[in-house]
Nanobody, 121 residues
């Protein structure tokens, strides 16, 4: 089992910054990939950023140039640095992890509870 807890959300004005954190616990050695998703009212959940393996990162086109994702495996942490925030960034942001059992080969997907980001003047 893997537990994921997001933090760092809040209410900010356009142009300001936030740094989201995702703390992983449990069977963290089985995590092969992690990502950030977001979902706003009335819309489907979308992938914002992902980290795969030791260093590979991907950023969605909608936030490229403003958001960066990083992962610290030693501390079991993943971060999302969000700069130049816009009202359209308002959403609940979720941490995601993909695991693989090296003994059985079983895969699993885990989600955090989400943290709210609101960008408004």
């Amino acid at each position: 089992q893997v537990q994921l807890v997001e933090s760092g959300g809040g209410l900010v004005q356009p142009g300001e910054s936030l740094r989201l954190s995702c703390a992983a616990s449990g069977s963290t050695s089985s995590i092969g990939a992690m990502g950030w998703y977001r979902q706003s009212s009335g819309k489907q959940r979308e992938l914002v950023a992902s980290t795969i393996g030791d260093s590979t990162t991907n950023i969605a086109d909608s936030v490229k140039g403003r958001f960066t994702v990083s992962r610290d495996n030693a501390k079991n942490m993943m971060y999302l640095q969000m700069n130049s925030l816009k009202p359209e960034d308002t959403a609940t942001y979720y941490c995601n992890a993909f695991t693989a059992d090296h003994i059985t080969g079983a895969h699993a997907v885990y989600w955090g509870q989400g943290t709210q980001v609101t960008v408004s003047s």
